[in-house]
Every structure is written in structure tokens, then in C-alpha cells.
């Protein structure tokens, strides 16, 4: 089947999954990575990483119970995902990164799915 476009290949690997019998779970989460007993787990893993901006205006427009205090996401916030980040990077093999520059994460992650399909890596 030619692929056309990013549709085209969300339907062409639906299929694939669908025939193969296989289910996919998304973990999320950006200290997920860190906790080393799930790494093994994972066959694909992706790192979205934000600026410190993006990442402030982000947490400004959730709603926390207790509110945080001044001055936290600088102290606390941004501080903490950078040490994670540093870890990952560090540590944790065949991690893909995006950031708000990268052109069509989504048609990469599919066709990173469709390969390890078209391989034989993924169990049911």
C-alpha cells in the first residue's frame, strides 16, 4: 500500500496492529525514564523536552491544591527537570528527542512503530 500522507499511514499502521493483534501502551511522564526497572520495558522511547518558557506558561495555566508558592517554579520546577533530563540523557539508551522545532514528531513515532512491527520486536 503507497502512503500518501500522515493519514495514510495512521490507517496503514492501525491495520498492522489491528491484524497483528498487538496493543500499545504510552507511558508519559517526564521522570518516567529515570525509574530504571521500567526501561527494559519500553521499545520505543521519546523525550518531548520545552524551554523554560513554554514549560512556565504551561504550569501557569494548571490549577494546583495547595497553590504553588512564589517563586517555586524557578526554585523547584524547572531545576528538578533539568536534573532528570541530565540523567536520562546520560544514562538511559535509544531515547529519540523532539522539541518545539522538530518537523512531524507523530509521522516519526509511526513509522518508528511500523519498523519494530515489520522486525518481529514487539510481543503480544
Given at each position: 500500500?503507497?502512503?500518501?500522507?500522515?493519514?495514510?499511514?495512521?490507517?496503514?499502521?492501525?491495520?498492522?496492529?489491528?491484524?497483528?493483534?498487538?496493543?500499545?501502551?504510552?507511558?508519559?511522564?517526564?521522570?518516567?525514564?529515570?525509574?530504571?526497572?521500567?526501561?527494559?520495558?519500553?521499545?520505543?522511547?521519546?523525550?518531548?523536552?520545552?524551554?523554560?518558557?513554554?514549560?512556565?506558561?504551561?504550569?501557569?495555566?494548571?490549577?494546583?491544591?495547595?497553590?504553588?508558592?512564589?517563586?517555586?517554579?524557578?526554585?523547584?520546577?524547572?531545576?528538578?527537570?533539568?536534573?532528570?533530563?541530565?540523567?536520562?540523557?546520560r544514562e538511559v539508551k535509544g531515547v529519540k528527542?523532539?522539541?518545539?522545532?522538530?518537523?512531524?514528531?507523530?509521522?516519526?513515532?509511526?513509522?518508528?512503530?511500523?519498523?519494530?512491527?515489520?522486525?518481529?520486536?514487539?510481543?503480544?
Open positions: 500500500q503507497k502512503i500518501q500522507n500522515i493519514s495514510d499511514l495512521k490507517i496503514l499502521l492501525c491495520e498492522k496492529v489491528k491484524d497483528a493483534n498487538l496493543q500499545i501502551l504510552i507511558v508519559e511522564g517526564f521522570t518516567v525514564f529515570n525509574y530504571k526497572p521500567l526501561q527494559s520495558l519500553f521499545h520505543l522511547k521519546y523525550y518531548f523536552t520545552l524551554s523554560k518558557e513554554e514549560c512556565s506558561k504551561r504550569r501557569s495555566h494548571r490549577v494546583y491544591e495547595p497553590p504553588d508558592c512564589p517563586g517555586y517554579f524557578d526554585v523547584c520546577v524547572w531545576p528538578e527537570y533539568i536534573k532528570q533530563l541530565e540523567e536520562i540523557r528527542y523532539f522539541n518545539e522545532h522538530t518537523q512531524n514528531p507523530l509521522e516519526e513515532i509511526l513509522i518508528d512503530i511500523g519498523a519494530i512491527m515489520d522486525e518481529g520486536k514487539l510481543a503480544r
